[in-house]
């Protein structure tokens, strides 16, 4: 048993209307408002903070592996051998 569209629309206006009259505004972040010394303002930087060098720290990371990586492969192959001038195991050398 649905109402029809136009008492739905007008219930939905009259709750939005009532939300606005009866609510006071909420300062949620530190550059809305709430003052220089606000506890939510520290938390608001330092999560600023945060969010930008876990990104940094990750591409870091990932760039000390792969410097890591290439120069375990330079020394495991010294250098003046080359993998053509190796000779085959078990072949003959000529």
Same mark, same amino acid.
């Given at each position: 048993?649905?109402?029809?569209?136009?008492?739905?629309?007008?219930?939905?206006?009259?709750?939005?209307?009532?939300?606005?009259?009866?609510?006071?505004?909420?300062?949620?972040?530190?550059?809305?408002?709430?003052?220089?010394?606000?506890?939510?303002?520290?938390?608001?930087?330092?999560?600023?903070? &945060? /969010?930008?060098?876990?990104?940094?720290?990750?591409?870091?990371? /990932?760039?000390?592996?792969?410097?890591?990586?290439?120069?375990?492969?330079?020394?495991? &192959?010294? *250098?003046?051998?080359?993998? *053509? *001038?190796?000779?085959?195991?078990?072949?003959?050398?000529?």
């Amino acid at each position: 048993m649905d109402r029809p569209i136009h008492t739905r629309v007008w219930t939905r206006v009259l709750l939005a209307s009532l939300t606005l009259v009866f609510s006071d505004p909420a300062w949620s972040c530190a550059v809305c408002g709430g003052g220089p010394l606000d506890a939510t303002s520290d938390v608001f930087i330092g999560s600023t903070i &945060v /969010l930008s060098l876990v990104p940094l720290c990750a591409m870091g990371g /990932l760039i000390y592996l792969l410097v890591k990586s290439y120069r375990k492969q330079q020394v495991a &192959v010294p *250098e003046g051998d080359s993998p *053509e *001038e190796a000779p085959l195991s078990g072949g003959p050398v000529f």
